[in-house]
C-alpha cells in the first residue's frame, strides 16, 4: 500500500477562503499535472466535506487517456453524500466507493456506489487503517488523497502519508485562510511528520514540490 498526499495551496499553505472559495488557486499546467497524478494511483480518495462542497468529478481528465480509471473513494461515516452528487450519478461508469461506519444505505447501493463498513475511531470517523486495509482487499494498493484538510491531517496524524505531491500558487491567502492541513496535535517538534524533498519544479506560475517520507 501507498498513500500519497496532493495538496494545491497558496504559500501560506491555504486550500481555500475563509467563505470556502477555492476555485481555481492553481493555474492549467498544475491541474494538468494533477490528473496525471490520479492516472498514475488506482484510488483517489477525499472526505465527505470536500464532497459536499465541491460536487466533484475526480476522473482523469486527459487528453487520450485510456487507462484504467481509478476508483473515487469518500470518507462518509454517515453517509451524507447525496444521490444527486455527481460522484453518485456516475457510479456506474466510474468506480465509486463511499466507507462508512454504518450499515450500507440502500440507496446508494442501488445507484451503483460501492458501500464498504468500517469500524470508528473515538469521535465516530472511519479508522484509517481499516480503511487502507478494506482498499488493499479490493486491489487498490496506490491511494492519491486530495483532500479536504481535515483528512490530509488525519492521514498525516496516524503516520500513512509515505509522500507529498504539492503544488504551490503565488499568492497568500492569510490566516483566515482554510488550511491544506488540518490539527496534528503536536506537542514537539521532534513529533512532527517528516518529509524529504526530492523534487521541485514550476508548472506554469506554480510551484510543484515533491516529497517522501523520512
Known amino acids: 500500500m ?7 495551496t497558496s504559500m501560506d499553505g491555504r486550500i481555500a477562503t475563509a467563505s470556502g ?65 455527481k460522484l453518485v ?16 444505505d440502500p440507496a446508494l447501493v442501488a445507484a451503483g456506489v460501492t458501500v464498504v463498513q468500517v ?14 486495509a478494506a482498499l488493499t482487499g479490493r486491489g487498490l494498493n496506490r491511494v492519491l488523497v486530495e483532500g479536504g484538510g481535515q483528512v490530509a491531517g488525519s492521514f498525516l496524524r496516524c ?7 504539492w503544488f504551490r500558487a503565488p499568492i497568500l491567502l492569510g490566516g483566515e485562510g482554510r488550511p491544506g492541513i488540518g490539527a496534528l496535535a503536536l506537542n514537539a517538534l521532534a513529533d512532527a511528520p517528516r ?15 515533491s516529497y517522501e517520507r523520512v
Open 2 to 8: 501507498g498513500v500519497t498526499l496532493k495538496l494545491a
Open 21 to 85: 472559495e477555492s476555485r481555481w488557486i492553481t493555474g492549467d499546467l498544475a491541474r494538468h499535472a494533477a490528473h496525471i497524478l490520479r492516472a498514475a494511483h488506482d484510488a483517489v480518495l477525499i472526505g465527505v466535506e470536500t464532497a459536499l462542497a465541491d460536487d466533484p468529478e475526480l476522473t482523469v481528465r486527459l487528453d487520450n487517456f485510456t487507462g484504467r480509471a481509478p476508483t473515487r473513494v469518500v470518507l462518509d461515516s454517515r453517509q451524507r453524500l447525496p444521490l444527486s452528487a
Open 89 to 104: 450519478q456516475t457510479a456506474r461508469a466510474v468506480p465509486t466507493c463511499v466507507v462508512t461506519t454504518q450499515e450500507p
Open 119 to 132: 469500524e470508528a475511531v473515538g469521535d465516530g470517523r472511519p479508522e484509517l487503517h481499516a480503511v487502507l
Open 159 to 165: 503516520g500513512l502519508v509515505d509522500a507529498i505531491e
Open 195 to 209: 518529509f524529504r524533498r526530492i523534487e521541485a519544479r514550476p508548472v506554469g506560475e506554480d510551484l510543484w514540490e
